[in-house]
């Protein structure tokens, strides 16, 4: 009677690792889901954030006009930048965000100043066709900028 015993209870432990094991083969299965879940969440953030500066560096290109507006929203999207973004694209786009905030003191003042007292000014009409420069030029680029992380 041992016997049956021993053979009932080596049984047993065969189908209690089984079960283990499929608990555990699906708690992977679920982190595995989340994590791509929450990658795919991630990706469509960078997507949007590129996106969007992408639109902005066009119009500063074709418009040459920035609003408030524009700075105000540019702070508020790149907020959160340092979660979804490594340092070189932080960077990147703290040097976006200190020229926006320079082109729009000069258009600013060019706003103030009349023509006849603009030309007496030369210096920020010069500052204002390299940052115009600049922007053009960093259009082309963000693809670039961006790729690794899209």
Same mark, same amino acid.
């Given at each position: 009677?041992k016997g049956?015993i021993n053979i009932?209870i080596n049984?047993l432990?065969?189908?209690?690792?089984? %079960?283990?094991?499929i608990i555990s083969?699906?708690?992977?299965?679920?982190?595995?889901k989340?994590?791509?879940?929450?990658?795919?969440?991630?990706n469509?953030?960078?997507?949007e954030?590129?996106?969007? %500066?992408?639109?902005?560096?066009y119009?500063i290109?074709t418009?040459?006009?920035l609003?408030?507006?524009?700075?105000d929203?540019?702070?508020?999207?790149?907020?959160n930048?340092?979660?979804?973004?490594n340092?070189? %694209?932080?960077n990147y786009?703290n040097?976006i965000?200190?020229?926006?905030k320079?082109?729009?003191?000069?258009?600013?003042?060019?706003?103030i100043l009349s023509n006849n007292y603009r030309?007496?000014?030369?210096?920020?009409r010069?500052k204002?066709?390299?940052?115009?420069k600049?922007?053009s030029?960093h259009?082309e %680029?963000?693809?670039?900028k961006?790729?690794?992380?899209?």
């Amino acid at each position: 009677m041992k016997g049956g015993i021993n053979i009932k209870i080596n049984e047993l432990f065969k189908y209690v690792g089984l %079960i283990v094991s499929i608990i555990s083969l699906y708690i992977s299965y679920k982190r595995y889901k989340i994590k791509k879940d929450d990658n795919f969440k991630k990706n469509e953030e960078r997507y949007e954030v590129y996106s969007k %500066i992408k639109k902005l560096l066009y119009h500063i290109k074709t418009e040459k006009i920035l609003l408030t507006l524009d700075l105000d929203n540019f702070k508020n999207l790149i907020h959160n930048c340092n979660i979804i973004f490594n340092k070189d %694209i932080n960077n990147y786009l703290n040097d976006i965000y200190i020229n926006i905030k320079e082109l729009q003191e000069i258009l600013v003042l060019d706003f103030i100043l009349s023509n006849n007292y603009r030309k007496t000014i030369i210096l920020p009409r010069e500052k204002e066709i390299q940052l115009i420069k600049w922007f053009s030029d960093h259009y082309e %680029i963000i693809d670039k900028k961006f790729s690794k992380y899209l």
